[in-house]
């Protein structure tokens, strides 16, 4: 299960994943006192947070702490009422949430976002847009060139699927999947986008054991193919075990950043968290 998923991996890496980029910070993702404010609530309270390549960031707290709404303003669906994110001296604070896949940001959901009467191919191959070439008219025209994208395209989303393990229900319907099928399908087609990032929202919810160690093998091996992985989740165990970097947020602040280890024995974290 190991080496198919490090199939997967490689196939999505590219020379901006390279372990020799993974270790320079200016092509990391930086959160620079991030807030964001709803009316008179703050969702987010001058959070600072850096994403690099090659690197697990875990992102905890209660619910409510500000969690999701951080996913939301790094990949675009919120615009920050202040502060920064930047990626390679580009200000993202305001671009789009097409403008954030083209640069490598990737994300999955709390519940999966699936077109459910398409196949998990189809699926899957729905991550390819933002390395389409095809222009309007050539699609339009039906020429060669645009069956030749397709068919590589298609080819590259065959071959993460199998790698993620989802080889034997590749033509099923999407609607058709089970649970832990589906979360694996949505991480898959983030990998077929070839993302520098990805952001996962509580992938290990509804999964048994056995499917938790089985997202482990798939975190893994995407750090080790220099993809930056951003993971919210409400499984500290897995957090601390999976994570090089963890952040606590609670009520819109960040209130520990450290080690795994460091973040578990944080007298803050515990009291309003952890529990004793």
Same mark, same amino acid.
Request: glycine share 10%.
């Given at each position: 299960?190991?080496?198919?998923?490090?199939?997967?991996?490689?196939?999505?890496?590219?020379?901006?994943?390279?372990?020799?980029?993974?270790?320079?910070?200016?092509?990391?993702?930086?959160?620079?006192?991030?807030?964001?404010? =709803? $009316?008179?609530?703050?969702?987010?309270? @001058?959070?600072?947070?850096?994403?690099?390549? $090659?690197?697990? @960031? +875990?992102?905890?707290?209660?619910?409510?702490?500000?969690?999701?709404?951080?996913?939301?303003?790094?990949?675009?669906?919120? !615009? *920050?009422?202040? $502060?920064?994110?930047?990626?390679?001296?580009?200000?993202?604070?305001?671009?789009?949430?097409?403008?954030?896949?083209?640069?490598?940001?990737?994300?999955? =959901?709390?519940?999966?976002?699936?077109? *459910?009467?398409?196949?998990?191919?189809?699926?899957?191959?729905?991550?390819?847009?933002?390395?389409?070439?095809?222009?309007?008219?050539?699609?339009?025209?039906?020429?060669?060139?645009?069956? %030749?994208?397709?068919?590589?395209? %298609?080819?590259?989303?065959?071959?993460?699927?199998?790698? /993620? +393990?989802?080889?034997?229900?590749?033509?099923? %319907?999407?609607?058709?999947?089970?649970?832990?099928? !589906?979360?694996?399908?949505?991480?898959?087609? $983030?990998?077929?986008?070839?993302?520098?990032? /990805?952001?996962?929202?509580?992938?290990?919810? +509804?999964?048994?054991?056995?499917? /938790?160690?089985?997202?482990?093998?798939?975190?893994?091996?995407?750090?080790?193919?220099?993809? +930056?992985?951003?993971?919210?989740?409400?499984?500290?165990?897995?957090?601390? %075990? /999976?994570?090089?970097?963890?952040?606590?947020?609670?009520?819109?602040?960040?209130?520990?950043?450290?080690? *795994?280890?460091?973040?578990?024995?944080?007298?803050?974290?515990?009291?309003?968290?952890?529990?004793?």
């Amino acid at each position: 299960m190991s080496a198919n998923v490090m199939q997967s991996a490689s196939t999505v890496r590219a020379e901006s994943q390279s372990g020799a980029l993974a270790s320079n910070a200016s092509v990391a993702l930086d959160v620079v006192d991030i807030s964001k404010h =709803f $009316g008179g609530i703050s969702a987010l309270d @001058h959070v600072s947070l850096s994403l690099r390549p $090659g690197e697990v @960031h +875990g992102l905890i707290g209660p619910n409510g702490s500000g969690k999701t709404t951080m996913l939301n303003m790094l990949s675009g669906y919120y !615009q *920050p009422s202040a $502060g920064s994110i930047r990626h390679r001296g580009e200000e993202l604070a305001n671009a789009t949430v097409q403008r954030r896949a083209r640069i490598g940001i990737a994300r999955t =959901f709390q519940k999966p976002r699936l077109l *459910p009467t398409l196949s998990v191919l189809d699926n899957a191959v729905l991550g390819a847009w933002p390395h389409s070439r095809a222009s309007f008219l050539a699609t339009a025209f039906g020429l060669p060139s645009v069956g %030749r994208e397709e068919k590589a395209l %298609r080819a590259q989303a065959a071959e993460i699927l199998h790698g /993620i +393990g989802l080889g034997h229900v590749i033509n099923r %319907r999407a609607n058709l999947l089970d649970h832990a099928e !589906q979360r694996f399908l949505e991480i898959a087609r $983030g990998l077929v986008m070839q993302p520098r990032f /990805i952001l996962l929202d509580e992938p290990a919810g +509804g999964l048994t054991g056995n499917e /938790i160690e089985h997202l482990a093998d798939v975190i893994r091996t995407l750090r080790e193919a220099g993809i +930056g992985v951003l993971l919210v989740e409400h499984h500290t165990d897995f957090v601390f %075990r /999976i994570c090089d970097r963890v952040t606590t947020l609670n009520v819109g602040k960040m209130i520990k950043h450290g080690t *795994p280890d460091e973040v578990r024995a944080d007298p803050e974290v515990i009291r309003v968290y952890l529990g004793a």
